[in-house]
């Protein structure tokens, strides 16, 4: 079956009824765009700059960053649609950076991290804003804030974005002035308040890896815990629902990048709940586009209407794992 899914590497992804899926890869540098390239992705979803904060004893300078984001839009500026998301710095939870200093906190995932500690600390913020400007001159960039909690923490970061750009007027660097803006949805927050934020975006991202654990009230890296973190648990799809809802009439993309977006039981069901984009692993690309080819929206609607009244993440399995047969 793996050779089937290969020669569906080379091919759009399209669902039987024609119905366009933007099939893209998660990324944490440029050597991954090329691997996520060879494997068929249409797009970069997401990708995670922590890598490069992480990799030395201090932070990035605006150069390195903008070399590495300009090698990566450079990658897909041919593909179709060839976009490419990057994500701002999102550390502190399970990332550590040594050089940062941040203090030991009781709950690091509840605490100063990613656009909170961005807002705060300015400089490390607008470098990378700087560097991803300018890289926009080069391919199809797209710029994403992580762990956004609420209204004016978009205001606040789009205001140090408007705050870069005009450095870059005023030294006549040039960018791609309509570059498009979204934020990352893994806080449930985010997920009830989504028909507010896409008033002042471009695009969402949900991230189930976080948003499960947010929404459960689950330690995303705790086994003892385990079986209580899936993302199929109906709780979580009535925010995927919500949130494809309120994105729809404002014309906002909504797209997935946490782990959900790559499970082929789970891709039918996030398709009829609405999604415009899937991103994942380089490896899961393949068979995502074979399992699209295989169905039709419409039923895929049916399927995730069918959904609805589950109560258990188990009933929902169930029905999931039938229509994969059914239809896989
Ligand atoms: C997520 O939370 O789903 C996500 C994609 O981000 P990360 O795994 O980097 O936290
Ligand atoms: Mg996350």
């Known amino acids: 079956q793996q050779a089937i899914f290969e020669t569906f590497s080379k091919k759009q992804a399209v669902m039987s009824d024609g119905t366009r899926i933007i099939t893209a890869v998660n990324i944490g540098n440029a050597k991954d765009a090329e691997i996520g390239a060879a494997q068929g992705a249409e797009a970069v979803g997401l990708m995670r700059t922590e890598l490069l904060f992480l990799s030395g004893d201090a932070a990035p300078t605006e150069e390195e960053q903008f070399a590495e984001y300009k090698k990566i839009a450079e990658t897909f500026a041919g593909s179709e649609p060839g976009d490419v998301i990057i994500r701002t710095l999102d550390i502190g939870g399970d990332k550590e950076v040594q050089y940062l200093d941040i203090p030991k906190e009781e709950n690091p995932f509840l605490g100063y991290r990613a656009i909170r500690l961005c807002l705060d600390r300015k400089d490390l913020f607008l470098t990378q804003l700087r560097a991803l400007l300018r890289a926009s001159a080069f391919g199809k960039l797209k710029i994403m804030f992580p762990m956004i909690s609420g209204y004016q923490e978009v205001l606040d970061a789009k205001a140090v974005l408007a705050e870069a750009k005009a450095q870059l007027d005023v030294e006549q660097v040039v960018y791609d002035r309509d570059i498009k803006v979204g934020v990352m949805i893994e806080v ?75 499970d082929p039981l789970a891709v039918p069901l996030l398709v009829g709940l609405g999604l415009d984009e899937l991103s994942m692993a380089a490896g899961a690309i393949p068979q995502t586009k074979y399992i699209l080819s295989k169905v039709d929206l419409a039923t895929c609607q049916a399927l995730a209407a069918s959904v609805a009244d589950c109560k258990t993440p188990q009933e929902v399995r169930v029905i999931v794992t039938a229509f994969a047969e059914k239809y896989g």
């Open 188 to 262: 449930p927050s985010a997920a009830l308040m989504a028909d507010v934020l896409a008033e002042k975006v471009d695009f969402f991202s949900i991230g189930t890896n976080d948003l499960v654990q947010y929404s459960l009230a689950v330690d995303r890296g705790n086994r003892k815990i385990a079986y209580l973190y899936d993302y199929f648990n109906p709780a979580v799809i009535r925010l995927i629902r919500q949130v494809a809802k309120a994105a729809k009439p404002r014309n906002v993309l909504v797209g997935m990048c946490g782990g959900m977006a790559g």
